[in-house]
């Protein structure tokens, strides 16, 4: 008997900016949650909750985001 494909959330990727110079290419957030009015925001509020958990995990003081934009937009 054939298998029904999974189904596949889509993600966004985002090049995020911090402070202090550095740069993450190709986070992932989930589609879903971008577009309409807010447009790509609620993208900062998951990236900023993944750097917390990240940090947790290191016992390293989170960064501050200074700015992120879509993967592969100039």
Do not use: C, H, T, W
């Not at 189904?7 to 110079?21: K, M, P």
């Not at 993208?43 to 934009?69: F, H, T, W, Y």
């Amino acid at each position: 008997m054939a298998r029904k494909p999974a189904s596949r959330s889509e993600f966004v990727l985002f090049d995020v900016i911090y402070e202090d110079g550095s740069q993450r290419s190709n986070r992932r957030v989930p589609g879903e949650l971008l577009g309409g009015l807010d447009a790509d925001a609620p993208a900062r509020a998951v990236i900023e909750a993944q750097d917390r958990e990240i940090a947790e995990k290191s016992g390293m003081p989170p960064l501050r985001i200074k700015s992120l934009k879509r993967s592969g937009k100039k």
